[in-house]
């Protein structure tokens, strides 16, 4: 009971703070661009603003346990994902110095037309609204049983506190309080892993080091699975390359690499909470279990980084979507539209929540369902009909299928364990996509 009114407390409060703190949009540049007195973010704003935007609570659910499963190599795996940002970086700096494009859609809809940006739109709103309920669900376990009256509450009244404070300045309030909950979350790992560290003398960076065996069956399925995706995964993602736009190409650049390298150690180091879970014998939700054994101060520690890392997604799938609706699709230009696409949402992302939707399976699924993306971003430059683009998105949706029901053949798959299937199916699926994206172009030869 004394741990629940302190985690009460400490997401009324921080809400609070951000919402008082936050810049109030007086116009459309400031809402949807984040352009403050006619400044753009800097390189330590933007790449701060994307490593906390990425770093959501499910990811470091998943991260701590994926190092209690697999020790390191869970959490080197789970990392393999941030390779999306220096992907997405180099391919946006290349598409804006060369192509002189403003945004993903501007680009589809002059090489490949409406009838692309409507599909792509579909796909991406799918990620915004999974994106809703699969974060806040993680809050609502830290309050209570699923399905419990506690569990509810705390999702409804965080997803509220957080439109709140999104609502006044949109993208500025988004990229503004980004950086104020990396701070935080900087600090609060580092007293979390003091904390593991200093509990126990035969816990050290040695055991960390020594805690997974390196094979495929044991991590490393994962690991190639997450880096096959990081070449389609980011460009399916507006929170992602929203944020390539909003600064210059070279500090886009800047940013967008340096996030791909300290987001990818933030993830190692939150799965050794897992690599300590794992040594001590403990099962479950690692991060849970951890926080429980040390009391009070931790747990609320571990709680308040999940509070902070949920509302940084939250906020800006909130201003993503807004983006997505009123400047990419045009559907009106205007502060008053988009913060009622902000609602909108809120509204319809918290729907699954009450329908017990599996929250862990989002990242992996999506993952595949969008492969048919890599062509069409890494080889951008490449001259294709309209047709290319549709081949190849289709045809990665067929494998996210293939991969949902377990239709793929065994004998395409040639290693053994978890994510066995995830890895060949990627694999497979991938070069599937290239090739019918370049056909119809060998075709009109």
């Given amino acids: 009971m004394e741990v629940n009114l302190w985690q009460w407390g400490l997401v009324i409060a921080s809400s609070m703070v951000l919402f008082l703190l936050s810049p109030w949009a007086k116009n459309t540049n400031q809402f949807f661009k984040a352009v403050q007195k006619k400044k753009e973010p800097s390189t330590f704003i933007l790449m701060g603003s994307l490593i906390i935007s990425w770093i959501f609570a499910k990811s470091i659910t998943n991260a701590t346990n994926l190092g209690l499963d697999y020790g390191i190599v869970g959490g080197v795996a789970y990392a393999g994902y941030y390779v999306s940002f220096a992907v997405a970086g180099v391919v946006i700096y290349k598409m804006r110095l060369h192509g002189k ?10 090489k490949f037309g409406k009838g692309a940006v409507a599909v792509f739109s579909i796909l991406i709103a799918i990620r915004l609204f999974n994106e809703v309920w699969s974060n806040t669900m993680v809050i609502g376990t830290y309050f209570g049983d699923m399905g419990t009256s506690p569990y509810y509450w705390s999702i409804l009244v965080f997803t509220a506190l957080t439109l709140a404070y999104v609502l006044k300045g949109g993208m500025s309030s988004s990229i503004f309080t980004d950086v104020i909950q990396m701070g935080l979350f900087a600090i609060l ?32 399925n994962l690991l190639f699975a997450a880096v096959l995706q990081s070449f389609s995964y980011p460009f399916h993602d507006p929170v992602l390359t929203d944020r390539g736009f909003l600064s210059s190409p ?4 800047k940013s967008f690499l340096w996030a791909s390298i300290l987001g990818a150690l933030c993830i190692i180091l939150f799965s050794f909470v897992g690599v300590y879970a794992q040594s001590q014998g403990m099962q479950g939700q690692a991060a849970v279990e951890v926080g429980k054994a040390f009391g009070i101060v931790i747990l609320l520690g571990i709680n308040f980084i999940m509070i902070t890392s949920a509302a940084s997604t939250l906020d800006s799938t909130f201003s993503s979507f807004s983006k997505l609706l009123a400047i990419d699709l045009k559907f009106g230009n205007s502060l008053k539209f988009g913060r009622w696409s902000m609602a909108l949402i809120a509204a319809l992302g918290t729907i699954p929540v009450f329908l017990n939707a599996e929250i862990l399976s989002a990242t992996t699924i999506s993952g595949t369902m969008v492969i048919g993306l890599t062509p069409i971003f890494l080889f951008w430059k490449d001259k294709a009909p309209k047709i290319s683009f549709h081949l190849s998105v289709f045809c990665g949706i067929l494998f996210g299928f293939l991969l ?5 053949p065994q004998r395409l798959i040639f290693t053994t364990g978890k994510y066995a299937d995830l890895l060949w199916i ?17 075709i009109k030869r």
């Fill in 101 to 110: 494009y403003t945004s993903i859609h501007h680009f589809l809809r002059s």
């Fill in 189 to 220: 790992l580092l007293v979390i892993l003091g904390a593991i560290f200093s509990a126990d003398t035969n816990f050290s960076s040695k055991t960390v080091i020594i805690s997974g065996i390196w094979s495929f069956d044991m991590g490393l």
């Fill in 250 to 253: 070279k500090i886009t650049l």
């Fill in 404 to 408: 949902i029901f377990s239709w793929f």
């Fill in 426 to 442: 990627n694999f497979w699926g991938i070069l599937s996509c290239i090739t019918l994206y370049f056909i119809p172009k060998w």
